[in-house]
T-cell receptor, first 112, second 115 residues
Framework: DAKTTQPPSMDCAEGRAANLPCNHS???????VYWYRQIHSQGPQYIIH???NNETNEMASLIITEDRKSSTLILPHATLRDTAVYYC?????????????FGKGTHLIIQP | NAGVTQTPKFQVLKTGQSMTLQCAQD?????MSWYRQDPGMGLRLIHY???????DQGEVPNGYNVSRSTTEDFPLRLLSAAPSQTSVYFC??????????????FGNGTRLTVT
């Protein structure tokens, strides 16, 4: 699976949109971009994923550039409960073991 | 909607004791897996299963056994606990063993301390 690069930390004001960037310049055509977050002492929480098109669900939006080399996770109206470490992961298709490598992620801090 | 349920939440064992960490999912997911998370190490895959009756080893399987007799349950057994197995253990499941378009959903973990 391709490697990803994220800023180590970001701040965002409560109520504002939080935009978290991710670079994945070596992504290949059949690899998906996934976003997870982990709030201290809880299990990783799935947020959203996409292949080529932009995606939106009840939690967030995912914007993938046309060349697929980078993406942005958008939390439209951040709340204090969105403070967490956010992980951008590239996952290939296929079966077998799913190692799901989490990098260091971005520590997002929502300020009141 | 319970999702992935892990029990117990916390456990303290003495070296040499055995125990079973329970994991159950109610989403009829085909794929289930166990990870451990240690500070600075990220998630490491212990064992996984692509369906009932099928299990296989992950990255760090030594000292652990699994079985998958039903679609819903995937228990993790520690045969003889060692201090090196002190960790947070996460169970995860996904709809399909074809991982690309099938998100993994995690439980909230079991925090195990071996003294």
């Amino acid at each position: 699976d391709a490697k990803t690069t994220q800023p180590p930390s970001m701040d965002c004001a409560e109520g504002r949109a939080a935009n978290l960037p991710c670079n994945h310049s070596t992504i290949s055509g059949n690899e998906y971009v996934y976003w997870y977050r982990q709030i201290h002492s809880q299990g990783p929480q799935y947020i959203i994923h996409g292949l080529k098109n932009n995606e939106t669900n009840e939690m967030a939006s995912l914007i993938i550039t046309e060349d697929r080399k980078s993406s942005t996770l958008i939390l439209p109206h951040a709340t204090l409960r969105d403070t967490a470490v956010y992980y951008c992961i590239v996952r290939g298709s296929g079966g077998g073991a799913d190692g799901l490598t989490f990098g260091k992620g971005t520590h997002l801090i929502i300020q009141p | 909607n319970a999702g992935v349920t892990q029990t117990p939440k916390f456990q303290v064992l003495k070296t040499g004791q055995s125990m079973t960490l329970q994991c159950a999912q109610d989403m009829n997911h085909e794929y289930m897996s166990w990870y451990r998370q240690d500070p600075g190490m990220g998630l490491r895959l212990i064992h996984y299963s692509v369906g009932a009756g099928i299990t296989d080893q992950g990255e760090v399987p030594n000292g652990y056994n699994v079985s998958r007799s039903t679609t819903e349950d995937f228990p993790l057994r520690l045969l003889s606990a060692a201090p090196s197995q002190t960790s947070v253990y996460f169970c995860a499941s996904s709809y399909s063993a074809n991982r690309g378009n099938s998100p993994l959903h995690f439980g909230n973990g079991t925090r195990l301390t071996v003294t």
